[in-house]
């Protein structure tokens, strides 16, 4: 049976390394890709380049040979996320103004912060970034249906 475990890279520069196997994080940054598909079908060209932008950026920067160092990537992953943020603020103002989308965005914001005080590379800090992910997926494709 496959250990949890597993699926979180090593810590150590040797072992990051040679790092091969796709993580969680980048399973659910792809995820991202599922509000993006959302956009296509309902012609929003702008959702389609938010969304695909933040699923390929994310993908690389949770790549497992990837150091705990801040590089271009980061900043791009950066401002992604700002361009995303103020997307969905925006069609959310524009729009239906559900709470629902918003209990998504609160729970991203606090999830976020709760990642700064966990392990970098631990179990614990994979498993609360894959929900912040879930859950900015989730209130993206709230926005739209």
């Known amino acids: 049976m496959l250990s949890l475990r597993a699926c979180v890279p090593p810590n150590n520069p040797q072992a990051r390394a040679a790092a091969t196997v796709p993580n969680f994080l980048q399973f659910t940054s792809a995820l991202f890709l599922l509000p ?11 959702g389609v380049a938010v969304y695909s932008a933040n699923a390929v950026c ?5 790549r497992p040979d990837r150091s705990e160092v801040d590089n271009e990537a980061d900043v791009a992953d950066k401002v992604c996320v700002a361009a995303w943020v103020i997307y969905n603020a925006a069609v959310w103002y524009k729009s239906s103004r559900e709470i629902a989308p918003v209990v998504c965005a609160v729970i991203v914001l606090i999830t976020k912060v709760a990642t700064r005080y966990l392990e970098y590379r631990s179990l614990r800090r994979y498993a609360v970034h894959c929900c912040m992910h879930m859950f900015g997926v989730v209130g993206s494709l709230l926005l739209f249906v």
Do not use: M, Q, T
């Open 36 to 46: 993006a598909a959302l956009c296509v079908v309902k012609g929003r060209l702008v």
């Open 58 to 62: 994310s993908v690389y920067v949770h």
